[in-house]
Structure formats: structure tokens, C-alpha cells
């Protein structure tokens, strides 16, 4: 984490106290957050994340009044503030009031929080394991981006402790939803699967969404599929998506190294920097990086 975090609108220190015991969403996780992507001091994508944060606020009844101008003003400030011109940027929604052990004289029905850290190196590819039962497609409240991600870390880290780097977790139904924290995407047969929202218990990730709406590769159809470990397993390429790791392959599930066609991923990867290079030249410079 760099030096400064914004905090409900002012920049202020890190190293500061500025959280109470009595703000039931920080006891509680009830809260929403985003993960987004600063590229030559551009906010990729911020309509999205905006968008996906409001749904999930109100979803959970997390008072979210900022407006997306107000929001974006603040986090560029977060970013000059410190230098985080190419880095990855989390902003968190957190309700402050509600149930049986809420603290005294706290005023605020809601704290926004966002800090700044530095890119990361995720190397050549991952090497996944599978969790069974990690998700529940039926869920109401299935692909909400809660701030409550203790099972996320806990499956994450015990992965870790037998030697992989991320965790497959399937439904219900023992279909493929997600990993901890990407979207996971299946080439079959010229096209490319990935789970879909209505049933798997996925999540709505942005870098998903932009592969699915606005990515074109010739010969390529990326479509929203059921499908389960054999299906995976059998791919001519897996790989998984997330803002901080855009398009990334998968080496191999439960120590069994996966087919590689990187020729099909590589059309993919290029697309998506590109996508990403267009936004980014569309919105540099402060003036039009304000508007959203």
C-alpha cells in the first residue's frame, strides 16, 4: 500500500487511526468495494466499476450517495497524491450504523475508503486446485463484491500452503463458477466459455464483461456457457481474468499440466491492451479523465 489513502473525500496518512470498533460494516464486512486499474493516471473503465459498486450498494443496503463525478474527482486526488500513476487502486463502500452493536456517536451512515499499491508480477501462469461447493449460483446475493472475503483469503491461502496459486471454486451444482478473485474463461471449438452470471455464482468482473461486450478476435466467439472440470480440463486454453492480472493462463488444475494453444489467448491479450490503450487515450488528461 502506498502512503495516502482517501478517506470519506480527505487525503490522509496510512499510518493514521481512523477506523472506531463501533462501525458495524468494518466488524461486519458489510460493504462493497472495487478493484480498478490506474494506466497513465486513467481510471480503466470507472463507468463500470461504478456501476457494479451502485447494484451491489443497494443490493445490500449500503448507503452509497456519491455521485460518479465526486467519486472519480477524489480517487485522481488519491492518485496525484501519490504518484500511482500506473497502479492497481481499491475503493471500498463501508455502511457505518445498523444492528445490535452499533457504537455511539457515529454520525456518517457510510465511510469511503480507497488506497493506491503497486502493480503485480503473476509470472507466466497459474496453477489452479479445485474448492467444491465455493459458490452458490442460487444466491441472492450471488456476485455481489462484499467486503466480507475471509473464505476468499482463507481458501487463497491454503492453496498457497499446497503449492498452487488459485482456487477453481464450483456451485452447487459442481459447475465452474469462478476463482477467489477472477473469472475464469475456457477455449472450446473456436469459442470461448465462460460461466454465466444467472446460474454459476460468479462474479460480474469487469474484465470479464469487456471481453464479452466490446472484444472482437477473428474466429472467436466469447459466449456464456455451463460447463464443468472435465469440460475445463479438456480445453485447447484456460486462463483467467481479473483487473489486476488482465488475461492470464492456466498451467495446470490439481498438479495436471492443461493444453496451451497461447496463439488463440495471445489474439486475446492484444485485443484487450488495445481496448484498454483506445480508453486510455480517449480520457488523458485531467479535464476529460473528470468526466465520466
Known amino acids: ?27 461486519n464486512g458489510w460493504g462493497v468495494f472495487s478493484t480498478l486499474r490506474v494506466s497513465e493516471g486513467v481510471l480503466f473503465a470507472f463507468s463500470r466499476h ?3 459498486m451502485k447494484r451491489d450498494a443497494e443490493l445490500l443496503r449500503v448507503p452509497f450517495e456519491l455521485t460518479p463525478t465526486v467519486l472519480k474527482k477524489g480517487l485522481l486526488e488519491l492518485i496525484e497524491a501519490n ?8 475503493v471500498a463502500v463501508v455502511r457505518n450504523k445498523g444492528g445490535l452493536f452499533e457504537g455511539p456517536l457515529i454520525s ?13 508480477d503473476w509470472g507466466e501462469g497459474v ?19 462484499v467486503t466480507s472475503w475471509a473464505q476468499n483469503l482463507t481458501w487463497y491461502e491454503e492453496a498457497h500452503e499446497r503449492g498452487f496459486d488459485e482456487v477453481i471454486l464450483l456451485n ?42 466490446e472484444i472482437k478476435a477473428p474466429h472467436l466467439e466469447v459466449i456464456e456457457r455451463e460447463f464443468g472440470p472435465p469440460e475445463l ?8 481474468t481479473s483487473t489486476t492480472r488482465d488475461l492470464l493462463p492456466v498451467i495446470s488444475v ?18 484487450f491492451l488495445e481496448y484498454r490503450q483506445s480508453y486510455i487515450m480517449r480520457h488523458m488528461g485531467r479535464n476529460e479523465s473528470l468526466a465520466v
Open 108 to 120: 456518517r451512515e457510510a465511510d469511503l475508503i480507497a488506497f493506491t499499491a503497486g502493480l503485480t
Open 50 to 52: 461504478y456501476s457494479r
Open 254 to 271: 490439481d498438479g495436471t499440466a492443461l493444453n496451451q494453444d497461447r496463439r488463440l489467448l495471445s489474439m486475446l491479450q492484444q485485443a
Open 83 to 90: 504518484g500511482a500513476f500506473d497502479a492497481t487502486l481499491r
Open 233 to 240: 480440463e479438456k480445453s485447447g486454453q484456460v486462463f483467467i
Open 172 to 213: 452447487e451444482n459442481g459447475q465452474i463458477s469462478e476463482c477467489t478473485s477472477a473469472n475464469i474463461f475456457a477455449v472450446r471449438q473456436g469459442s470461448v466459455w465462460t460461466p454465466p452470471l444467472a446460474t454459476s455464482g460468479c462474479l460480474p468482473g469487469i474484465t470479464r464483461a469487456i471481453l464479452l461486450e
Open 1 to 27: 500500500m502506498h502512503r495516502y489513502l482517501l478517506h470519506n473525500g480527505k487525503i490522509r496518512e496510512t499510518s493514521e487511526a481512523l477506523l472506531s470498533p463501533g462501525q458495524v460494516g468494518f466488524m
Open 127 to 145: 496453477r489452479l486446485t479445485y474448492a467444491p461447493q465455493g459458490r452458490f449460483g442460487a444466491s441472492r446475493f450471488a456476485g455481489v463484491k
